[in-house]
């Protein structure tokens, strides 16, 4: 208690007036219970994000198939890849710039920058006219739009320590979520004068450009969220950091004993490639991203393939509704069960469970083609669902794992390190994606995994991979202090 006392001392010595951080240290002191504010704050600044990034997937094929620049069916499914790769790529090249900008700058800019870049290039991606003009406008999304790792970082400072996982939980909530309304949306939304003919008649404006309709919706909805950014609190301290500074500052976020603060003076400037705690869940993190990323462009394009090569030939309207009946399991079980779950079992432990689970239901999928009628809705949004949860909390492991890792002076440099290893292994999962399922499809009489056993077997050796390395000496978290145990 004698401790703790000091702490709490401690904990009440030194604000700066004007300075951000200090303001957002103060109000997690003196608040115990979870701001609503903050939560929407996190989910509407990662939704903007996370939804472009997979919106296009459910009418990539028909785009690409427009553009007629594949010739053979079997090959659009390659092209297609290409241009789900293009948005990660770029990302991959900028991350960590944009993570070390928002340790100098702040949190806030970078996340209004990278909106502001959501509005003008995924409008120009609805506009394109050939596939270069799409690859090109989902690179420079890429490379422009660079908040999410400074928003991880956010979602550790703007909590207290005990309600961290709750923080991170909204994130990837709001982030699973997008990577499935977003193709929803695409799906409800592409073509509309195919599907809406008494509201968009031939030959207007969205028959010539039937792609747009999506984009200029997440485009829209980016712009006011781009103003409502305004008022986003920013966590980052402005005020020079003495000896004595850097030991408030570091105690008022973790609630530490002064001695605790003192050490972490000397971890400051540690080099994060030798954060093994760290790098070990960012390589991991790695892994089930390219396999996250290759699931998602191959479900869309598997679903609305023909049933000759394997597909469910379902229209884009049947991908979003199995989108959107997962997003909204997805909601209620992330805001409600994960952090109760997480609390019981540990991020590690529960991300090796879910890794394990999701394997036999990926590789059921080839045999769920085989069925028909309303047996196939009810089994395929069954397995949609429980895929996509177990790979939602997988990812919030690993990013509560990379965020206690590491101090709030470093959180912006180590995510946009994750966000660059993380785009670079996406950057491989479309394309991949798309060219092993166009190999698959070429392959249906083979003996050996026939036709779309082949693309799920391939993704789950990936999946397979990531779960063993998920288990020590490989993957290790950082000890915590008697003092964070408290909590």
């Known amino acids: 208690m004698e401790d703790g006392n000091v702490g709490e001392t401690l904990l009440k010595k030194k604000y700066y007036e004007n300075c951000p951080g200090c303001k957002v240290d103060k109000a997690k002191e003196l608040k115990t219970d979870v701001s ?20 296009l997937f459910p009418y990539l094929y028909f785009m690409i198939r427009d553009f007629n620049i594949a010739k053979r069916e079997e090959d659009i499914s390659a092209y297609a890849g290409y241009v789900g790769s293009a948005f990660m790529l770029g990302r991959s090249l900028t991350s960590i710039s944009w993570g070390i900008v928002a340790d100098r700058y702040g949190r806030k800019p970078v ?42 970082a956010y979602c550790s400072e703007i909590f207290r320590e005990e309600k961290q996982a709750l923080g991170l939980s909204t994130f990837s909530a709001a982030w699973g979520i997008g990577l499935i309304i977003g193709p929803a949306l695409g799906g409800y939304l592409a073509q509309p004068t195919v599907k809406y003919p008494n509201l968009f008649p031939k030959d207007s404006f969205w028959d010539k450009f039937p792609y747009f309709l999506p984009s200029i919706s997440i485009s829209a909805f980016a712009f006011v969220v781009a103003i409502a950014c305004i008022w986003l609190p920013e966590t980052l301290h402005n005020h020079p950091l003495s000896n004595e500074s850097i030991d408030d500052a570091e105690a008022l976020e973790t609630g530490r004993n002064g001695r605790a603060g003192k050490n ?6 540690e080099n994060l490639f030798l954060n093994w705690p760290l790098m070990s869940s960012i390589v991991v993190y790695c892994i089930f991203s390219l396999y996250d990323i290759s699931y998602q462009e191959v479900f869309s394009l598997w679903a609305v393939s023909p049933r000759r090569l394997g597909g469910l030939n379902f ?16 909601i209620v079980y992330q805001l409600s069960l994960y952090p109760s779950l997480e609390k019981s079992f540990g991020p590690a432990r529960f ?11 990926l590789q059921s999928y080839p ?11 009810l089994v395929i949004n069954i397995a949609s669902l429980l895929k996509n949860i177990l790979s939602v909390t997988i990812i919030t492991g690993l990013f509560l794992m990379q965020n206690r890792a590491v101090e709030q002076r470093q959180r912006g440099a180590a995510n946009g390190i994750a ?12 394309a991949g994606g798309g060219a092993v399922l166009a190999w698959s499809q070429k392959r249906m009489h083979a003996s050996f995994l026939p ?21 020590t000496p490989f993957l290790t978290e950082k000890k915590k202090t008697p003092s964070q145990q408290l909590h």
């Open 351 to 361: 991300a090796r469970i879910s890794g394990v689970l999701a394997i036999p239901i």
């Open 36 to 55: 609503f504010r903050n939560l929407l704050n996190i989910w509407m600044v990662v939704l903007c994000s996370s939804l472009p990034i997979s919106s």
């Open 367 to 377: 045999f769920i083609a085989m069925l028909s009628g309303i047996t196939l809705y």
């Open 419 to 430: 966000m660059t290893g993380m785009s670079i292994f996406k950057t491989i999962g479309p």
């Open 111 to 152: 996340a209004i920058l990278g909106i502001i870049s959501v509005i003008i290039f995924n409008t120009l991606f609805g506009l394109s006219t050939s596939f270069w003009m799409a690859v090109t406008t989902r690179f420079f999304l890429g490379c422009l739009n660079g908040l999410l790792g400074p928003m991880k």
């Open 264 to 269: 972490k003076i000397i971890q400051k400037d």
């Open 451 to 471: 036709g779309t056993h082949m693309v799920f077997f391939v993704l789950n050796i990936a999946g397979g991979l990531g779960v063993l390395l998920m288990f």
């Open 315 to 330: 229209t884009t309207e049947n991908v979003g509704d199995v989108l959107a009946i997962s997003g909204i399991g997805l």
